[in-house]
Structures are given as C-alpha cells and as structure tokens.
C-alpha cells in the first residue's frame, strides 16, 4: 500500500482544509480521507487512538484507495509537536512537508470564535479577553486550547523541523500569499 508523501503539518486555524481541497483537486494528488488521519499522533494526545495508530504494530495507512498518483497527501495539522510525526517523516527520505502560517493573532481569535459555545470548546459566555486570560493562565485541558498562544509561536516548532529533516525538503506558506495567488 501507498502512504503518504507529503504532510500538512501545521498549523490549526491557518487554512489547511483550504489548501488541502485545493490540492487534492489536481489529477495526480490524493488526499487520506479523512483529512486528518491522526495516525502519527503520539500517546497521550486527544485524538490518538491506539487501533489506528502508528504505534500500533498491525495498524496502516488505510485513509484511501491506492492509485498510482506521484502525490499522497496527509493533513494532520497537529503534527507539528507530534514526536511520532517527525520521526516517521525525517525516516522517509521522499516525505516533504508543508507549514501553513498566519499572522498568529489572528489565529488566536480564529480559535476563540470556532470554538465559542461547541462541546468541550469555550463557554458561550467568556469574552476574547477572558479566553487570553485563561489560556496564560492554563485553564485548559484540550490541546487546541491549552496550546492556543503557543501554537502561534511557530519560531518554537519549524527550525526543529528544519535541523530534523532539512530545509530542502519543507514549504512555508501564509494562509494570505494562498488567498491572494491561488
């Protein structure tokens, strides 16, 4: 079976559904359904899940139908801090990687409002402000919102990337240079 070879790995908020469904719309790009596979998650995360896991021995990357297309694209945004992610890409040595960025206060509020009044999100009453403060102050337990300053600080997360796998072999692009030339 076919896995992957490249892998939109960050970050949350920053249109990588956008850029994944105007990627797999060319002839010679599939995309996992569904988008985000979390099979290279590491243990402890909120979406892992040991069955379909990267960990797991008798687990594979069954996310689509294989074909012969020269693209195979993964889109799990959280892979970013995955331990497992970088592992398993740096070992494939045909792997790219793809960063979408954006301006990381925008972000920030992206996350408040997507996640205002949703289960296991942000209560429908806390304020912008009220949502900066508990995030300071670690108030969550969710990653996405126990991480959503630290998330933005993305100088934290791509040079790791890049002294793991090589400059070479990673694209950064802002959400807003995608909007702007398609």
Known sequence: MSTPNVYIVGFQKCASSTLFNILTT???????????TFYLTDRGFDHYIYERNID????????????DNKIILESSVC?????????????????KVVFIIRDPVERFVSVYKYLTGKINGIPS???????FYACNKGVFDRHILKYAI??????NFI???????????????????MIRDR
Do not use: C
């Open 26 to 36: 060319h002839p010679n790009v599939t995309g996992t359904d569904p988008k985000e």
């Open 150 to 155: 630290d998330h933005g600080k993305y100088y």
């Open 159 to 177: 040079p790791i990337w890049e002294r793991e796998i090589g400059k070479d072999r990673i694209f950064i692009l802002s959400m807003k240079e």
């Open 56 to 67: 797991n021995p008798d687990s594979t990357w069954d996310y689509f139908v294989g074909n």
């Open 79 to 95: 892979n970013f801090y995955q331990k497992n992610a970088l592992e398993y890409i740096k070992s494939r040595q045909d792997a």
């Open 125 to 131: 009453h806390m304020t912008l402000d009220d949502f």
